[in-house]
């Protein structure tokens, strides 16, 4: 079920009144639980299944390490082989697919590649990482296992959150849910922001700089001039398409009475990667430092055979984007992807240009702030592109080469990426410039409102993100 | 004899073939993306008001196409509505629009008069970044523009695999949401219009379910489809409307098409002959 869906207001009015009426603390979790198995299971019923034994499996191993501490590390294991071999067989299966079907008919078994296609389901990649967590917090004795299995049920699925996160953590939301909760008029206040930009950055910016960025990016060969422009309208695509849907998330979770971490702070604004890692995807970025980064570096520091400080300071940067990549999707440009901001994040360290690092001087600022956004732009044509190949020879296409036709198209779509990002500008520079209460606030508001209005349609396309 | 479809009848039928074959003078109006409001609308206003009317009417559908009023009506569709469209046109702007509306866009409709002129005031809103760009830097008008993003987005310039997913997109439409369920649908369509239309006209319907390769092989074709056909075809039998299945035709094969719904040189001379074999006895 999509956010910006019918189905989902009905959805939503109905749990939102009935949940409130509940007034109980339990009724309410058991309410909330299984609207979140309705909502996840509402187009493919077996999804819901499969992600009701793998919570099972999860409480039970947390469980389980708590009773016995000496099978502490072989109940980790397996959590680790189940949580992984799942997302693995499901999210990789068909990118060797061919590889796969070209082996059974060389042994005679002939494979119709259409029954052996695997659909994703959606959101394993994010569910998956939340109960990682928790079982790794537990393994790790930094966090105690909830008896209740009704609880962590609820933590793994709750519904604002499961198609496509923000990945909340253990010690934030278990004790949310564990905590009597009453309808307060301030979380209306606090989710109709949210709820007004997320509806306007998906319905009125995401989607419509879709319509032409994503038939630049069907084009057989595109030229530079083309390409560059798209990707620009691709970089505010993704950042409007996915930060409305968090912003979405946020104010379900908040008319539920549930506080919800943020995922973006004006990545696009960062002068080095770490910084725009700290401001992009906020809550993937520190699962992968806190569960990745930093027990590798331990890892490192301590190993009784001696590490060069260069593979120390360089491998777990590297490693940790590596994943990223691979996490976001099977192919060669998601590990391209990553890779690249392993390596920037490399480059950027051995330079002495560390997390919080800023020049001195507007110049230095500006200059140091257009390489990097040159960074990301790069990045986001890799991560969107078909093949690497493909990203490579449009972009270093002879732009004297081009037809009137893709200077035309190249204009259109850079003019509608300006045009559409004015809005987001605009918000960033009231949010940073007038105080909170300022009336301007709700004229935006109010504008933004009457805008999604024109622009709203029967049919939405889904978020970006419901595909990782 | 009129044939009425969309680019598959273009590419799939040769009219020529069909005419000598035949020994009927055929006219073939094959509307590229068109859909079952334009064939409505086509039939309606300009083969019934034209001077010559037809004896025959083929119209060619694909699957659900023909109980899929929804189907190829706004975007860039809405410029071929609107061109066959008449000052007055209650039934597709029921069928194909007020009827698809969610109860909350009918409601919006009806009290907020913005919403009814949203398509105008999203083009304003557009017009100057989309155009003036291009006039200024280009000389290009909106034209011109227009043109570009046509002849540049043509599916020759597209990669296989997008046209490829373009194509099984807009098919797609075809199936889930109801689609299947021609008891529920047909009432909601214009088959029932387009049906009293040609018999209050004299005019012999016969419609044609052309092969694809959709569903390549009866085995593949999902249940829902085979039970939607048959109930079609009972419906038109009780109203002596004659069908024609050529679904999994096995004279027409796989190496006959150019994509997942068009036939090739090869496919277009094979299925000229079924459907000339299958029309003689019909005809005479």
Redesign the interface.
Known sequence: MNFTS?DF?LFFLAVFVLYWLARERRLQNVLLLAASYVFYGWVHPWYALMLGLSTLADYFIAQGMAKTPERKRGLLWLSLLVNLGVLGFFKYYNFFNPALIDALNSLGVHADP?LVQIVLPVGLSFYTLKKLGYVLDVSNGTLKPTHSLLDFALYVSFFPQIVAGPIDRPRSLLPQLEATRVWKMEYFHRAWPLLVMGFFKKIVIAN?ISSIVD?VF???APNSVLIIPATLGFTLQILADFSAYTDLSRASALLLGFETPENFKTPYLSLSPTEFWNRWHITLSTWLRDYIFFPLRRALMRSQRPVPEWVIQSAPPLVTMLVSGVWHGAGWTYLAWGGMYGLLIVAYQALGLRGEWKPQGRMKVFFAWLVMFAFVVFGWLLFRS?SLTWALQSLFSNPFAS???????G??T???T??YSAPLVVKLLMDRYLPADSYFHALYYAIAT??V????N?TTSDFIYFQF | MVLLGDSTLRLGVDADQLSSALGHETYKVAIPGSASAIWYLALKNIILESSYRPATLVLFFRDTLLTRPDDRVTGRYFALVDELAGRHEPLVTQLSYVQ??????KI?DQY?P??GD?SM??DK??YA??????VR??N?NQE??DA??N???ETA???P???H??LINAEIGLYGSGAEDFAHQVDRSYLPEIVRLCQENSIRLILVHTPTQVYPTRN?EPEFIRRYLADLQSWLEARDVTYLDFYHDPRITSDMYLDAVHMNERGRVVFTEALSEALRPILK
Do not use: G
């Open positions: 019918y207001l259409l419509t038939r069907s084009l057989n078909y037809t009137l036709e893709e200077r035309v198209v204009l259109i850079l003019s509608l300006l045009f009457l805008v209005i024109v622009f709203l029967s | 698809q509306m969610s109860p909350i866009e919006m907020f913005m919403y949203k005031l999203k809103l557009e970044p989309r155009y003036e760009p291009s830097l280009l290009c011109c523009a570009a993003v002849t540049l987005f310039n597209l990669r695999e997008s046209a997913q373009t593949s």
